[in-house]
């Protein structure tokens, strides 16, 4: 008994555990939140997604890397609860980004596993 809270104590002080967010959607975009901090993503301050493949042990794995205000990335991979619904309102919320099975079906057949670009907001003219 003791031997096994201490295992589940260390365990959930591992970095990977403490430092990996719960995320949700909402109708203004994600949000990600730890046992200390929160924070939220609209959908108006994403500047750019791109969708990565990496090679692993067994099989692959598809990842979207968000970036917004600037210098800030989300990463999400496609084993968290709201990639499908995620990949269903990309579309949906951000202009000229592109449908999930064109930049999946893009990024699983390239054999390079070549990012794809699958939003990047518009730079203002002028």
Known sequence: MLIERLQAWLINRLPSRRLA??????EQGLLAETADA??????TQ????????ADQFVGDSLLLLIRFDGDQTLSIPEQS????????QIPLHL????QHQDWALRLIGDAQATPVTVYR???PLG
């Open 21 to 26: 967010p719960r995320l949700s959607l909402t």
């Open 38 to 43: 929160r924070q939220e993503v609209r959908w």
């Open 81 to 88: 609860e709201i990639w499908a619904q995620l990949t269903e």
């Open 95 to 98: 202009d000229a980004a592109l």
């Open 46 to 53: 994403i500047d750019e997604i791109v969708a990565v493949r």
């Open 121 to 123: 907001k518009a730079s």
